[in-house]
């Protein structure tokens, strides 16, 4: 798909050892410094870009420059439904950080700015790679998740898609309290100091126990989620250079965790467990029990965010604000990326207007990208390649 002014970007994987490309440095620059007329003409700047790249293979984003570039990156994010405030994408600008120490206590910061009452879109910008250098990251998929382990009896507790990263995060002396809901460590991975692991303190991490609003045995099942989704892995990209410490969060969506972290079989698997406890008849799909324990387990969700404080919204709702984020889109001249399977709610698809449309699926920059290499320490934490 060729949009007139706006390239497209077939994946290719990252070479870390790549100088920046100079006509994506333009690129971006141009379309930076149009968007933001107080930024001034663009001209002086690009003179000074083109002769750093020339000297260096890279350059120095301004703070400006990082900033805008994060928020373009998630109007770019062609899987996220809740692109209507990529404005308001607060950035952190976190580039001089070195240590493991100080990366800690800024991702520390990071939730608590990030979730404090109310939940606000949040990234901290850590250093860009520098081509053929070495640099930090952070293992874990996002800050918060929680520890999956498999008992001798092959039983599963807590989330089986972290099973892999505990066992290894044990194996580097972390003990888990073996619960259905512990918190595992953050594993942060610097040039100078290898891998380290940090336990995060409370005050970094807002939980909501889930209730129902009718069922008082609901409480009885124990279950809780974090009120924060922060992705620490994907490597931000802006005008051809790569931050590959870039976390980011926004709010949750009830279905995320209803209809996914708590429903999917290879997850917390709760529909069996609600369906009995509802008393519905499981001989037969066609008594539509799943369905109907579904939407039970998303309405505690929402009542419980609801009833806690924290910003959470319902896929009805997510879903008007991308058809008015399509439209602010289609007014401002650009095009909106979008990827059907991501952006259709998981429950209820048909019942939201996202779902009866098509997208166009580009792969505009800037933009944030999960590296084969990042998914793979995410899923079992273990690095199978020498870090270059
Ligand atoms: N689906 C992921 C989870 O349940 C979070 C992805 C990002 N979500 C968001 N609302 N920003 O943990």
């Not at 994907?234 to 708590?262: C, D, K, Q, S």
């Not at 709702?317 to 998981?346: C, Y």
């Amino acid at each position: 798909m060729i949009v007139p002014g706006y390239r497209d970007h077939p994946a290719e994987p990252w070479d870390p050892s790549a100088p920046v490309d100079p006509g994506e440095a333009e690129d971006f620059l141009r379309r930076c410094y149009t968007e933001n007329p107080r930024l001034g003409p663009v001209e002086p700047r690009l003179a000074i870009v083109r002769a750093q790249i020339a000297a260096t293979g890279t350059y120095v984003h301004t703070t400006d420059e990082v900033a805008h570039g994060a928020r373009m990156a998630w109007r770019n994010a062609s899987r996220c439904i809740g692109r209507l405030y990529w404005r308001s994408l607060m950035v952190l600008d976190r580039r001089r950080a070195r240590t493991a120490d100080e990366i800690f206590s800024l991702l520390v910061q990071h939730l608590q700015t990030a979730g404090n009452g109310q939940i606000r879109p949040v990234i901290s910008v850590f250093a860009p790679a520098q081509p053929g250098q070495p640099y930090a990251r952070i293992w874990n998929e996002q800050l918060i998740r929680y520890a999956g382990y498999r008992t001798e009896e092959g039983r599963q507790v807590g989330d089986p898609r972290q099973a892999g990263f505990t066992s290894s995060v044990r194996g580097y002396g972390w003990q888990g309290k073996g619960d259905a809901f512990d918190v595992l460590p953050l594993v942060i991975e610097t040039p100078g100091e290898g891998v380290r692991l940090y336990e995060l303190p409370e005050r970094a991490i807002r939980e909501v126990p889930l209730t129902h609003p009718e069922y008082g045995w609901f409480a009885e099942l124990g279950l809780r989620w974090h009120a924060v989704p922060a992705i620490a892995n994907m490597r931000l990209t802006v005008g051809g250079v790569h931050y590959p410490m870039a976390p980011f969060n926004g709010w949750y969506l009830g279905t995320e965790i209803g209809a996914r972290n708590l429903a999917d079989s290879d997850r917390y698997d709760m529909l069996p467990e609600m369906a009995r406890r509802l008393g519905l008849d499981t001989s037969r799909e066609s008594t539509l029990w799943r369905d109907r324990a579904l939407v039970e387990l998303n309405r505690a969700v929402l009542y419980s965010f609801e009833q806690a404080g924290v910003k959470m919204s319902d896929h009805h709702t997510e879903s008007q604000r991308f058809m008015a984020h399509l439209r602010n889109e289609e007014k401002a001249g650009r095009p909106v990326p979008a990827d059907w399977t991501w952006i259709v709610p998981p429950m209820s698809g048909g019942l939201t207007p996202v779902f009866h449309r098509y997208y166009e699926e580009l792969d505009l920059r800037p933009a944030f990208y999960l590296d084969d290499e990042a998914a793979e320490l995410a899923r079992t934490g273990v690095r199978r390649c020498p870090h270059h």
